[in-house]
């Protein structure tokens, strides 16, 4: 038989079913198209085997004056200046203070967690702290002591935990000496976005924090003291204790052992009942005194201390102490937290409510919490960097990589420096310094529409003069700025709800703005690309282009995006550049996931687009580098990697398809029957057998699963390869998940004939 030519039209395209596409691409992973030909993208490895605390969210690379090659890297924990592999930590500093004398205490014996005192330490659980000048104390040594530390616990404002990782010998003893200096870096930033929960937050009227739950077996009245259940396996053993002195001012608790309670809930010291919200070194913190009405006491040292175990039952809150069997049947209160007593039926419900905070009653806080994110910019060889809505920093290349950077309101000469921004950038063509979303002039209120920008050619005058050409702006539409690009005639800056430009044009005026559009934003800050004069970005429902006026770029894709895509999760979106490809990738999380997952990937110069997973949090172009770079996560540590370096996913084999949409003869009518086929493509490898294996499906309805026919290894030397698949339609998948092979697809011819109607 005569064999038929199938072309494929160039593109992932999901805007119609897979049987509307006929002979197009439906499906794919890890592959680009170039020239309208489907092919595997190159591979990916670490530049070094270092590791960097937080997530990567920015990346810029550039060289200075000595010829150092230069990439800042903003986490969510940290700065760093990565030098031939190296990270060095220029995490600025935000206060230091000298401690008290001995402001170590030990926890337990074998121990290495102490208990910090430091009045007004700002401090958040995470944040990093460096000690310098202590003495050992109680078998912790200077090394232990001396060195960067992680706020494990805060006990109250005065007081805090950290794990020096030693060793104490007894426990309980204070020491340090009298000249500890302890430097306090910026506060950590957020993972994730988080949701605020206060008061009335969680089921009606509170929260739960911890959730188990079995049912009663056999009813109970609104009095009883014992109360029998299914199961009470789930539910927390009351444990018991001794207790350090307690003093109704104390905003900590120390036990002898806190190993048997959980990490937040209720305890009971004598008649008082306590609430804590922490649990961290035989130290309950977060304390709320004198709970559920009873009264704040003294207590010894050595005083009893019983965890105290919650349940909900409908809306009734009841406290127990002990449990026998299946029984709670010791310290039961019923009708605790403003709840109110009732009967409940035989397999009512019975839910584990420690951490539950009736109507009226105060619950411990969930803060709003925004990703952390970093911009920054180059000033020569000097670099910008912005914590978003925070202060602004310099680093000064002639210090070297490990110095710090410091606050731009600090540095020598600085006049009305902003000490807030969403996003600092250098305006390049006329050298000022531009912040965005900045404090008003003489003022530390954040103006979110406010842009402020230095005198030309000096990054520390921000004060207006008819001498200089300090200045700004206040941007009439929107509620807030979203972020900012330079392109090479001007600044696009995006509002929630318009399109700016900001053009240097001299004085007086220095800067003129320009509303490009309305109704129109971008999704995240880091959603935007800029490619020599054209920029490219996303917003909540399209993606778009600006080369001198919007367009919406046509994308095939758009569906599948935007209904598999977590918008609570937004502000961690990204775009991407590979100008070796002409491709923009935008990486985002899937509905079902918090992390960057997925990404949809365009050409701009052969207007078509694919799809498919990877996990990367920050992207920089090729240019000082000759590959693109690019920050993810392996094995819970976060590196830096090389793309379009060798076939590996980082010496692992990478799994790219590319996936068709059905084809059939005429109108699919007819069944066909394929017996041959004959594979157009280009493989690359050192190993003459590595495979490509060409998977041929079918279905013969719209609304059935499609099944494997056949499975053909195809190598380099391939010609044909010899087939039975019988059906109305098909689809062909091709794959690979060998190490050392890359591959483009040309065309694919079959044998295929007309089989019946049946």
Sequence with gaps: MPLTKVQFKPGVNRESTSFADAQGWFDSNLIRFRKGRPEKIGGWERISGASVLGTVRSLKCWITLNALKLMGTGTTSKFY????????????IRSTDTLGTNPFLTGSAGSGIITVTAASHDAAVGDFVTFSGATATDGLTTTDLDKEQTIASILSANSYTVDTGG?????????????????????????????????????????????????????????????????????????????????????????SDSSGFPARGTILIGS????????????????????????????????????????????????????????????????????????????????????????????????????????????????????RDD?????????????????????????????????????DTDRHVICLGANTLGTTDQDLLLVRWSDQENSVDWTPRVTNTAGDQKLSSGSEIITGIETRQQILIWTDSSLYSMRFVGPPFTFSFNLLANNTSVISPNAVAAIGDRVFWMDTENFFMFAGQIQT????????????????????????ANRMFDEVFWFYCSADSDDIDSYAKYN?????????????????????????????????????????????????????????SVFSIGDGEQFSFISRLIPDIDIASSDAATAVNY?????????????????????????????RSRSRSSVLRVESSASDIQWTLGDLRLDIRPDGRR
């Excluded at 009606?204 to 014992?226: A, E, H, P, R």
């Excluded at 110095?403 to 969403?422: C, E, F, K, V």
């Excluded at 770029?553 to 991407?576: E, H, M, W």
């Excluded at 949090?617 to 370096?645: C, M, Q």
């Design 391 to 427: 202060n602004i920093y310099y680093w000064d290349a002639t210090l070297g990589v490990n110095n710090r950077a410091t606050a731009l309101s600090t540095q020598s000469g600085a006049s009305d420096a902003p000490t807030i921004a969403r996003q600092v950038l250098v305006s």
């Design 553 to 576: 770029i046509p994308c095939t894709v758009l569906r599948y995006v935007f209904d598999d895509i977590n918008l609570d999760q937004s502000l961690k979106f990204f775009a991407g």
């Design 604 to 660: 701009y110069a052969d207007n078509t687009w694919d799809i498919g997973s990877l996990a990367r949090t920050a992207w920089v172009d090729f240019g000082l580098h000759s590959k693109p770079r690019a920050a993810g996560v392996a094995d819970s540590l976060n590196y830096i990697y090389s793309h379009e370096t060798g076939t590996t996913d980082d010496g692992s084999a990478m799994e790219p398809f590319i996936e068709s």
């Design 695 to 723: 998977v041929l499906k079918s279905r013969n309805f719209p609304g059935e699963s499609l099944s494997t026919n056949s499975t053909s290894a195809v190598t380099s030397t391939t010609d044909q390869a010899f087939v």
């Design 272 to 387: 008082e009942y306590i609430r804590y919200g922490t649990n961290s070194g035989n130290i309950l913190g977060e304390v709320t005194r004198a709970d559920d009405g009873t009264t704040a006491a003294i207590h010894a040292s050595g005083a009893t201390v019983t965890f105290v175990g919650l349940i909900l039952i409908n809306d009734e809150l009841i406290k127990y102490t002990g449990k026998s069997s299946n029984d709670l049947d010791a310290g039961v209160v019923r009708g605790v937290r403003g709840t109110t007593a009732a009967a409940h039926a035989d397999d009512d419900i019975v839910k584990e409510a420690n951490g539950f905070y009736g109507f009226g009653i105060a619950v411990v806080p969930f803060t709003t919490g925004e990703t952390r994110l970093w911009s920054q910019d180059n000033f020569g060889e000097d670099l910008l960097l912005n914590v």
């Design 167 to 255: 060793t104490a010998s007894s426990g309980s003893t204070a020491g340090g000496g009298s000249a500890v200096i302890a430097n306090y870096q910026i506060h950590v930033g957020a993972e994730a976005v988080l949701s605020q929960a206060g008061f009335g937050a969680g089921l009606f009227g509170g929260q739960t924090l911890t959730y188990s739950q079995t049912t009663l077996d056999g009813g109970i009245n609104s009095s009883v003291t014992s109360i029998d259940l299914t199961s009470a396996a789930l539910f927390e053993t009351a444990s018991t204790t001794t207790s350090a002195a307690v003093a109704i001012v104390d905003q900590i608790i120390r036990l």
């Design 81 to 92: 200046i990565e030098n031939g592999g190296s990270f060095n930590d220029i995490t600025p």
